[in-house]
């Protein structure tokens, strides 16, 4: 694949506009995206992982890694020492990919936005990267994962800095006035991709449940 073809895929994903047209382009790269990833410089794995180790303890669990892909972010957390976690993604081709890795306990095919097939309060920290972007997931998409938290967990996201200014920050200040859950990290704006021109800054958050 050239660099044309990666900049394509990521110009597909961005403008999507449905769960079912992100879930085909993912389908389609899947077996590329980790290598086409490396070569972009891909951060958000790496600065979310610091962030979930800065705040939940070696080995606890079950985690959840929310759009995880092909399975970066799996690998790394096998690697540090949680090794109780959980794949989500609404691509087949992702999951596949992810599966192979073996760093999973379960995988499953579900949207966020949607319900997700979990009970209330199941997981101790959730880690989602890249997937809080243009054309992915929006506000639409952190109220079921606030629900299957637990109390006192962790929910460590990535949010395109666009989404923050938008919906993300107001959302937060009020459920922090609610006593729903705190911010108690924050990267600031950051860019995820600095090997791929014209990308947009993100952040890394990290909140936790009260
Ligand atoms: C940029 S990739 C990030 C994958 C992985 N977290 C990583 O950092 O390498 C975005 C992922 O989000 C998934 N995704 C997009 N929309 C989704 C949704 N509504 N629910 C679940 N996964 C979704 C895609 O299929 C894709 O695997």
Same mark, same amino acid.
């Not at 109390?151 to 609610?178: C, M, N, Y």
């Given at each position: 694949m050239t660099s044309e073809d990666k900049t394509a895929r990521l110009g597909a994903v961005y403008q999507a506009e449905s769960v079912d047209d992100v879930a085909r382009v993912y389908d389609l790269w899947a077996e590329q995206y980790d290598g086409d990833m490396s070569l972009a410089g891909y951060r958000h794995p790496a600065i979310s992982l610091a962030m979930l180790a800065r705040h939940v303890p070696k080995g606890a669990g079950p985690l959840l890694d929310a759009g995880a892909g092909t399975g970066l972010i799996g690998e790394w957390l096998a690697i540090t020492g949680y090794c109780d976690v959980d794949a989500l993604d609404v691509s087949t081709g992702m999951l596949a990919v992810a599966e192979r890795k073996g760093v999973y306990k379960r995988l499953h095919k579900a949207a966020l936005g949607s319900?997700?097939?979990?009970? $209330?309060?199941? =997981?101790?920290? +959730?880690? %989602?990267?890249?997937?809080? /972007?243009? !054309?992915?997931?929006? +506000?639409? !998409?952190?109220?079921?994962?606030?629900? +299957?938290?637990?109390? @006192?967990?962790?929910?460590?996201?990535?949010?395109?800095?666009?989404?923050?200014?938008? %919906? =993300?920050?107001?959302?937060?200040?009020?459920?922090?006035?609610?006593? +729903?859950?705190?911010?108690?990290? $924050? /990267? @600031?704006?950051?860019?995820?991709?600095? @090997?791929?021109?014209?990308?947009?800054?993100?952040?890394?958050?990290?909140?936790?449940? %009260?």
């Open positions: 319900t997700l097939p979990f009970s $209330d309060h199941h =997981f101790a920290a +959730i880690i %989602s990267a890249g997937v809080f /972007t243009s !054309g992915h997931v929006g +506000i639409e !998409g952190l109220d079921d994962l606030l629900r +299957i938290c637990a109390s @006192g967990g962790i929910l460590v996201l990535t949010v395109k800095d666009k989404l923050w200014q938008t %919906s =993300f920050s107001q959302r937060i200040s009020d459920l922090q006035a609610a006593d +729903i859950c705190s911010l108690v990290d $924050d /990267t @600031g704006p950051y860019v995820s991709m600095p @090997g791929e021109k014209g990308t947009t800054p993100s952040r890394c958050i990290a909140l936790k449940l %009260s």
